[in-house]
């Protein structure tokens, strides 16, 4: 791995983290960088010949044209969509933030360029009693990416996450606005008053694009330079 990964969080759930890391990756590839893409850890997955599968975790290895092995990209998969933990409880599964790490730094050990790793929900999301998918993130020295889920209470999710950051040793490395709704009111005057307050470079805004929308379609709003300095 040649530049520290990026991880890939959000100021919620169902917030567009799979659709801005994908884009993110289909930029790099773009630019000729060899990528991959991890999901240590996901919820709500279905059985595909007999395996637990997640079509985050899919559309990020489709995304990166990584050969890495789905189980290699996925190590953690939960058929119900509820929070990692409580899911990891009923199967019997007990996560573990220094393993996790681990399985992310073997992973990218190969001649990679460019890679994402996207966590699940939030930035303190927990994987067990005492950690968190944060803990992850700072186990492998990766650099927060924060997707901003534009719509009513953005601005407070947005600026606490980012101070939760802070607080925990990590360097938000940019974000990104997406609006997954169509409903969200005044989204330039948001993104205005967020790059006012967040210390850290906006990558994009992405207006809402359909409910049939790629990340192919979110591309071209994004800008990858900042990550490659």
Known sequence: ?????????????????????????????????????????????AVVDGELVNDDALQLIAASGTDLDYRTVNPIALEPAIAPHIA???????LNAAELSRDCLDALAGEV???IIEGAGGWFVPLNATET???VCLGIGARPILAVGMKLGCLNHALLTARAIAEAGGELAG??????????????ENVA????????????????LGSDATYRHAAP????????R
Do not use: H, S
């Open 221 to 228: 709003y994004l800008d990858l330079d900042p990550l490659l």
């Open 193 to 208: 008053t967020l790059r006012e307050r967040l210390m850290a470079p906006c990558l994009g805004g992405v207006p809402y």
């Open 1 to 45: 791995m040649r530049r520290a990964p990026y991880f890939v969080t959000g100021t919620d759930t169902e917030i567009g983290k799979t659709f801005i890391a994908a884009a993110l990756l289909e930029l790099a590839r773009d630019r000729g960088l060899r990528c991959a893409a991890l999901k240590p850890v996901a919820a709500g997955c």
């Open 175 to 188: 974000w990104v606005a997406n609006c997954p709704t169509p409903e969200m009111a005044v989204f330039e």
């Open 88 to 94: 990891a409880a009923q199967a019997g599964i007990e």
């Open 133 to 135: 998918l944060a803990d």
């Open 113 to 115: 360029d460019f890679a």
